[in-house]
Nanobody, 124 residues
Framework: QVQLVESGGGLVQAGGSLRLSCAAS????????AGWFRQAPGKEREFVAA????????YYVDSVKGRFTISRDNAKNSVYLQMNNLKPEDTAVYYC?????????????????WGQGTHVTVSS
């Protein structure tokens, strides 16, 4: 059982940056694809970005392309989401997830493990 813990959320003004981190409890995480999702109040959970186990492949939702970067450091069992030029519509709880079967899963149902989430609030 892989446990995921997110950190790095907070309050930032529009145009600012945040870096989210996701730390895994097991080295097996290094062989899993990882992704970030977000859920705004009253909305469904939305895919944000995914990265393959090796880090060679990434995929983003159109609304964050050019602003967000997903990366991983397998030596630290961690995945990151660098968020630049943040907008008020990026406000949400951000979740880290891991999938042990697929290369770049984009559907929440594909993921096997989830963190508890970290809050990101972007003020205008």
């Amino acid at each position: 059982q892989v446990q995921l813990v997110e950190s790095g959320g907070g309050l930032v003004q529009a145009g600012g940056s945040l870096r989210l981190s996701c730390a895994a409890s097991e080295r097996l995480f290094n062989y899993y694809a990882a992704g970030w999702f977000r859920q705004a109040p009253g909305k469904e959970r939305e895919f944000v970005a995914a990265i393959s186990w090796s880090g060679d492949h990434t995929y983003y939702v159109d609304s964050v392309k050019g602003r967000f970067t997903i990366s991983r450091d397998n030596a630290k069992n961690s995945v990151y989401l660098q968020m630049n030029n943040l907008k008020p519509e990026d406000t949400a709880v951000y979740y880290c997830a891991a999938d042990q079967k697929r290369l770049l899963p984009v559907t929440a149902g594909d993921y096997d493990y989830w963190g508890q989430g970290t809050h990101v609030t972007v003020s205008s």
